[in-house]
């Protein structure tokens, strides 16, 4: 599988003569551009067909450059599978300079690193691995030399690369993507199909698109959550992070937009027996102006989207099988009144702060209001005083002076069912300060 990527090959024949075809240079970002003006439905066309594409295409340079005082006949020399595991632990550490050796009958010394760069960037069940990890490598640059013994080619590579974030920004996405994961209250009765949608919806709610690409930043995922802009490849990578944590099956798909030379990138997801599109670049745009979900869950004939030739092989189809069709026809009434009241119940709450008899409450989504109870009995099982209110904030009056006051709150909303609510938050206390006497 070609990736992305700016390549500078250099060759040193040192026994015997060798025919090694330059690596292939491709376009490096997935970019869009668009109007972030007010959209409304009789825009959407002009929308996708004023994308603008941004591309940075790498170079390929051919040099006869000696690599830094490495002795060749000293090296380890091992298999693919094993340069790939050192490129991999490379990558997961932001190193940016390394050496692999490898050996091989093979004299198609670009086809080999090719595949050293698949097998490290494969997917597996780890969230900062796979394709989390491969976008977030802004471009690389690989030496090489080889030399054939014993009918084997001995290649030495050099790869250098560079990264959108640092190792902190990637621990900080590491915290935002379980918090996200925590306010979202997942249960266990949660499904597939509600993570998902959850996780879209949050992204596209918190995330716009990137108007300047001045700072590199705006292609990762922690643009995307802690500037709360990103392009399309940044929208891509988020919504990997967060479901693959959630253990979903996705991909990011590298690919071009309605006219075919705009690059575009969005996401697959797996439900059930087949993977499904979502683009939540475009659908966070189209937001803004209430139209939803024109982007989410489609099937295989994605409207305005092309995948890379890779993206859409028989290999591919046999380990990604696409649904012919949509998920649902209608998303906006797929859920019913029981499974949103049951997604509410689940919320979690929390006594964020207490400032004298002063309290401030965590939001919960979708709420009504909230009910405080406060009493001088921590079981709540006599003098109990409950409260009604919208606010998140408030302040308890005429406490008793000198007493130590137990409090707590749930989160309730009103629905066709009837009033459901969260369960109670952890009960936090209070103690008001005796007055003496002067």
Known sequence: MKKIISIIMALVMLV????ITSVKADQIYNIEKSSQSQITENKIEKLISSQKADIRTGTVKIENKKL???????????TINQAATTLKKAMLAHQST????????????????????????SVTDNPVEGDYMFWDISNRDVSYRAQ????????????KIKYFTTLEQRSL????????????????????YEKVKAVYDYVCKHVTYAQSLDDEIVFTAYSALYNGEAVCQGYAQLIYRILKQLGISVRVIPGYGKDKTVRHGWNIVKLGDYYYNLDATWDSQLSQAGIRYRYFLKGDNFKDHTRDDQYKNSDFYRNYPMAASDYISDVQNEQSE?????????QKTKIKNISKNKIKLKKV?????????????????????TIKTKKTTYKIKKLKKGKTYYIRYKAYRNSSEGQVSTDWSKIKKIKTIKRTKK
């Open 173 to 192: 996405v590491d915290d935002k993507v379980n918090q996200i994961i925590e306010e979202l209250g997942f249960t266990s009765e949660t499904t597939d």
């Open 338 to 346: 029981k499974t949103k009241n049951s997604f509410f119940e689940n």
């Open 148 to 159: 054939k013994s014993n009918g084997y080619y001995l290649y030495q590579f050099l790869i």
């Open 16 to 19: 015997t003569p060798v025919n």
């Open 365 to 385: 989504k979708n709420a009504t209001g909230y009910k405080i109870q406060y009493s001088l009995n921590k079981k709540f099982k006599k003098k109990v005083r």
């Open 98 to 121: 390394l050496y692999v050796f490898v050996k091989s009958k093979s004299s198609a010394a670009d086809q080999i690193y090719y595949d050293i760069e698949d097998k490290a960037a």
């Open 68 to 78: 830094e005082s490495i002795s060749l006949p000293r090296a380890n020399y091992g």
